[in-house]
């Protein structure tokens, strides 16, 4: 099974966390009992689980990033004040 990232997982809210867990574990089960066929449909709703936490990473990326852009614009009218 692959794991979403340590950022991702702290996204995620505590119902999709204990599914997540749950999925992980069941997964990881079939595939320790080579039943790939049944791991695959098992990785693709863990997927699907996450994707509303990824897309909570990418917001919080845009608003720094919006935060950086208006302090750095903050610093360049307060130097263009100073000339």
């Known amino acids: ?3 979403c990232s340590v950022q991702v997982r702290g996204l995620l809210t505590r ?3 204990d599914r997540y867990n749950a ?3 069941v997964g ?3 595939e320790d009992q080579s039943r790939y066929d049944l791991a695959y449909p098992v990785q693709k709703e863990i997927d699907l689980l996450i994707l509303p936490a990824i897309e909570r ?3 919080k990326s845009r ?3 919006k935060a950086t852009a208006e302090y750095l614009e903050s610093l ?3 130097d263009e004040e100073e000339e």
């Open 28 to 30: 990881s089960y079939l």
């Open 57 to 59: 990473l990418k917001d």
């Open 15 to 17: 119902d999709e966390l």
């Open 63 to 65: 608003a720094r990033d």
């Open 23 to 25: 999925l992980i574990e």
């Open 76 to 78: 360049n009218s307060e």
């Open 1 to 3: 099974m692959r794991h």
